[in-house]
């Protein structure tokens, strides 16, 4: 039997969706292409090469849907946990989450235009769907999930403050959404109604609202003088017709965000990112849902929807500094959930870095540049693009290349 090692390098996969960025613009298969030996998911035997077409998402990890392989060996990543889960993974870990697959899933995401409105459900409610429709929903786990920039990067993320929403709402062309039955005050139950009537409405409604709405003067809508301008950009990669313009423009926090910024977003919050570069990191699940055009699932995803209105600086997931990091170099973001942190390492050239011990598994990728990188006793060669799973009780140090290094990793402790 082969000794335990403290890192694997690891072949991974990028997928192809039509909101993806084209070619060579995509960071995710830039970076993906960059993987010594790696080949192309649907045949193996073909080496990978980026073609003309848009590139989406690379995973990370021991999803099922696209999973890793040790570089090596060429063995699925989890067959290698499930061989040694005590000494890669760590009892505490498995006693924690009561299985031996990694709790989190990092990807790389391109965005060149934007995603559906949509949200994940809660671990109760993602638990019953996918008893009922495992086919839809693919596993009884809720999908937390946190989004770095790594360039600039545009998101619809929660609903804006009620006061904001309820000035949006006293304009002419929003007044047929608003409830029959008004209250004093714009509340939280009334928000959730004008969100179900803008999501159940009839085309010719949504477009006769898009028209009236894109021919106001910025400055009646105060402080989201935006709307009219981000509108045709949506309304031309969409439709006029499509209710979630009317949603995400008028009651969501638009957001953009810069390199090294960061968002959470938890389960059952509504959200949709619009363009960038991001290393997004999940709770390990692939569930998700959006109200389609036939409206066909209106009431599930409101049922499934938290009403709970918030500022864009509360969806702020800032970086604080890493408290094993010798150099002051590491940043950790630590979403309010168990599942995982991200370590953010920033290095100019000949820069060095250390990591204590980490106590769990880790994923780590060199999102840029290179550096020399010592792991417990082994020394590899670090360079863009490689991913490595770190086996738990692993410490880290690195010495950036000329170029310097970035370098992204989702851990659980």
């Known amino acids: 039997m082969a000794p335990i090692e403290p890192v694997y390098e690891l072949k991974c996969s990028c997928n192809s969706y039509p909101w993806g960025r084209q ?3 995509s960071a995710a298969a830039r970076l993906c292409a960059k993987q010594p030996g790696w080949v192309d998911q649907k045949d193996v035997s073909k080496p990978f090469k980026i073609e003309d077409e848009p590139y989406a998402e690379m995973w990370m990890g021991t999803y099922p849907t696209l999973p890793s392989y040790v570089a090596k060996t060429g063995q ?20 924690k989450f009561g299985h031996t697959k990694l709790p989190f899933l990092p990807k790389v995401l391109s965005i060149a235009k934007a995603l559906p409105l949509q949200l994940h459900p809660n671990k109760e409610i993602a638990s019953q769907l996918h008893e009922k429709k495992p086919d839809q929903f693919t596993d009884p786990n809720h999908k937390p999930e946190i989004a770095l920039a790594l360039t600039e990067f545009e998101a619809f993320c929660g609903f804006k403050p009620l006061g904001q929403i309820a000035k949006l709402m006293q304009l002419g062309p929003l007044q047929r959404y608003m409830p029959q039955v008004k209250k004093p005050e714009f509340d939280d139950q009334q928000l959730k109604a004008v969100v179900k009537k ?3 409405a009839d085309d010719k409604s949504v477009k006769e609202t898009y028209s009236a709405l894109t021919s106001l003067d910025s400055k009646d809508f105060g402080e989201d003088s935006y709307i009219p301008k981000l509108a045709p950009r949506l309304a031309e990669q969409y439709s006029e017709a499509d209710p979630g313009l009317l949603v995400a423009l008028i009651t969501m926090n638009y957001m953009v965000l810069q390199r090294g910024e960061s968002i959470y977003i938890p389960a059952d919050g509504i959200h949709a990112y619009l363009s960038g570069d991001i290393i997004e990191c999940m709770a390990r699940s692939n569930n998700g849902f959006c109200p389609r055009s036939e409206r066909d699932n209106v009431d599930l995803f409101i049922s499934c929807l938290t009403f709970t209105p918030h500022s864009a600086e509360e969806a702020m997931l800032r970086g604080q500094s890493f408290e094993r990091s010798e150099k002051s170099k590491t940043l950790r973001f630590a979403p309010p959930l168990s599942e995982f942190d991200m370590l953010q390492t920033s290095l100019i050239g000949g820069e060095k870095e250390s990591l204590g011990v980490i106590k769990g598994p880790g994923i780590l990728l060199a999102t840029e540049g290179s550096a020399k990188m010592k792991a417990n006793d082994k020394e590899v060669e670090l360079k863009e693009g490689q991913v490595f799973f770190v086996a738990q009780g692993t410490a880290l140090e690195f010495e950036a290349g000329k170029e310097g290094l970035l370098m992204h990793m989702a851990y659980v402790e």
């Open 23 to 25: 070619g060579e613009k």
């Open 76 to 95: 699925d990543l989890q067959d290698l946990l499930d061989e040694h889960p005590n000494e890669l993974l760590g009892r505490n870990v498995i006693e």
């Open 198 to 200: 803008m999501l159940e």
